[in-house]
């Protein structure tokens, strides 16, 4: 968007870098609460709150803008589009990347009736007045809409893969060669084991698998709530087939995506509408067909048409029939993973800021609008 004459600043929760960090592009400005966020990975509703007040009252305190942008983290950010637009006189848009707190239920949060209900009332009221509601799926626009949003406030904008993201030949993937990985048939999970991710199906494939085909290897990349759990059932199943490794850096994504042979996403059917995983992008842009377990309503399901499979994520039989097929069908995973590149090259980070920024431009309050075209003079601020 700063490319295409925005200047566009971010306003981050905690310390983090410097905004003179070379990370940082031109025509973008970072800048931090400076408060304390914890590092372990599991904030609670006290941390939420706070953030939410940092961020607030440092989003306050900016010059005018004329476009503000609320996003999902911490939940409840919705709610503060709208004030903040106001403070500025600027239009607002919410970016969904989860709906809240309709996923507090799927996640395992108990929240008092009476207390959720206030929250998921103000939520609604609160994106029923922002100019623009963008949402990472048709499947959520749909539940937008289902809450009272006004269909034609929402736009669909899907996530994309990180675009260092390509196919690494499995042949020549270093990451393979680190990780001893040798030259059996590798079907991975790469990403956050988050609590609205079930394993269950998972295990049972797994458990199949090691009785039937022994070299063919689950490789389980990643952190989250749900791995502890996941690494116990395993041990407690006497697993040998099933392979941890710790998440991996952005910049190593390409060699360990593409040392796998498949992918699989995991996703909790109560959760259509309200989250839709980023892992399959990832495995689609490194040239590998991707199995979905999830709903076959999601914006997942959609992307994978051609390049992989939907199925049942507490369906182990069905999942390690599908993996047998890949495993003994090269020319399969061969063809679907020419498809899968195809499939994450038509929509990547330029196409999505192309659609974000000709929205924010169109939702821009009149007195916001450049009166000239001189680069660095009546530009918008975002």
Same mark, same amino acid.
């Given at each position: 968007?700063?490319?295409?004459?925005?200047?566009?600043?971010?306003?981050?929760?905690?310390?983090? #870098?410097? #905004?003179?960090?070379?990370?940082?592009?031109?025509?973008?400005?970072?800048?931090?609460?400076?408060?304390?966020?914890?590092?372990?990975?599991?904030?609670?509703?006290?941390? +939420?709150?706070?953030?939410?007040? =940092? *961020?607030?009252? @440092?989003?306050?305190?900016? !010059?005018?803008?004329?476009?503000?942008?609320?996003?999902?983290?911490?939940?409840?950010?919705?709610?503060?589009?709208?004030?903040?637009?106001?403070?500025?006189?600027?239009?607002?848009?919410?970016?969904?990347?989860?709906?809240?707190?309709?996923?507090? !239920?799927?996640?395992?949060?108990?929240?008092?009736? /009476? *207390? %959720?209900?206030?929250?998921?009332?103000?939520?609604? +009221?609160?994106?029923?007045?922002?100019?623009?509601?963008?949402?990472?799926?048709?499947?959520?626009?749909?539940?937008?809409?289902?809450?009272?949003? /006004?269909?034609? @406030?929402?736009?669909?904008?899907?996530?994309?893969?990180?675009?260092?993201?390509?196919?690494?030949?499995?042949?020549?993937?270093? %990451?393979? %060669? @680190?990780?001893?990985?040798?030259?059996?048939?590798?079907?991975? +999970?790469?990403?956050?084991?988050?609590?609205?991710? #079930?394993?269950?199906?998972?295990?049972?494939?797994?458990?199949? *698998?090691?009785?039937?085909?022994?070299?063919?290897?689950? *490789?389980?990349?990643?952190?989250? $709530?749900?791995?502890?759990?996941?690494?116990?059932?395993?041990?407690?199943?006497?697993?040998?087939?099933?392979?941890?490794?710790?998440?991996?850096?952005?910049?190593?994504?390409?060699?360990?995506?593409? &040392?796998?042979?498949?992918?699989?996403?995991?996703?909790?059917?109560?959760?259509?509408?309200?989250?839709?995983?980023? $892992?399959?992008?990832?495995?689609?842009?490194?040239? =590998?067909?991707?199995? %979905?377990?999830?709903?076959?309503?999601?914006?997942?399901?959609?992307?994978?048409?051609?390049?992989?499979?939907?199925?049942?994520?507490?369906?182990?039989?069905?999942?390690?029939?599908?993996?047998?097929?890949?495993?003994?069908?090269?020319?399969?995973?061969?063809?679907?993973?020419?498809?899968?590149?195809?499939?994450?090259?038509?929509?990547?980070?330029?196409?999505?800021?192309?659609?974000?920024?000709?929205?924010?431009? &169109?939702?821009?309050?009149?007195?916001?609008? !450049?009166?000239?075209?001189?680069?660095?003079?009546?530009? !918008?601020?975002?």
């Amino acid at each position: 968007m700063a490319a295409a004459g925005w200047r566009v600043t971010v306003v981050a929760d905690g310390a983090g #870098p410097s #905004p003179s960090s070379s990370d940082v592009p031109p025509g973008v400005t970072v800048v931090r609460t400076g408060g304390d966020v914890r590092s372990d990975g599991a904030p609670g509703v006290r941390d +939420y709150l706070f953030a939410l007040r =940092r *961020l607030m009252v @440092r989003a306050m305190r900016l !010059p005018r803008q004329d476009v503000v942008v609320t996003m999902t983290d911490p939940p409840l950010l919705a709610l503060a589009g709208p004030m903040l637009a106001a403070r500025h006189g600027a239009a607002s848009i919410h970016w969904c990347q989860d709906l809240y707190p309709a996923l507090l !239920p799927v996640l395992g949060v108990r929240v008092s009736g /009476p *207390l %959720f209900g206030a929250v998921e009332r103000a939520s609604v +009221y609160a994106l029923r007045h922002h100019d623009a509601v963008v949402t990472i799926g048709r499947c959520m626009a749909r539940r937008m809409v289902a809450l009272g949003v /006004p269909d034609e @406030r929402i736009t669909v904008v899907p996530n994309w893969a990180d675009p260092r993201i390509h196919p690494v030949p499995r042949a020549e993937n270093p %990451f393979r %060669f @680190r990780n001893g990985l040798g030259d059996g048939f590798i079907v991975a +999970y790469s990403g956050n084991l988050g609590l609205a991710h #079930p394993m269950a199906g998972v295990l049972d494939a797994a458990a199949e *698998l090691d009785r039937t085909d022994p070299d063919i290897t689950i *490789l389980v990349i990643g952190e989250g $709530k749900g791995r502890p759990a996941l690494a116990e059932a395993v041990a407690a199943r006497g697993l040998r087939n099933v392979r941890f490794l710790p998440l991996q850096l952005a910049e190593g994504l390409a060699e360990s995506l593409s &040392a796998a042979d498949l992918h699989f996403a995991t996703m909790d059917p109560r959760a259509e509408g309200l989250l839709v995983p980023s $892992k399959v992008a990832g495995a689609l842009a490194a040239g =590998r067909p991707c199995l %979905f377990l999830g709903p076959a309503g999601s914006e997942a399901a959609a992307l994978v048409n051609g390049c992989g499979r939907v199925l049942d994520p507490y369906d182990g039989s069905g999942l390690a029939a599908a993996v047998r097929t890949y495993a003994r069908n090269p020319a399969l995973c061969a063809d679907e993973g020419r498809q899968a590149v195809a499939t994450a090259a038509a929509w990547d980070a330029d196409a999505a800021a192309r659609s974000f920024s000709a929205l924010a431009a &169109a939702v821009l309050k009149p007195s916001a609008r !450049p009166m000239t075209g001189a680069v660095g003079r009546g530009l !918008p601020h975002a």
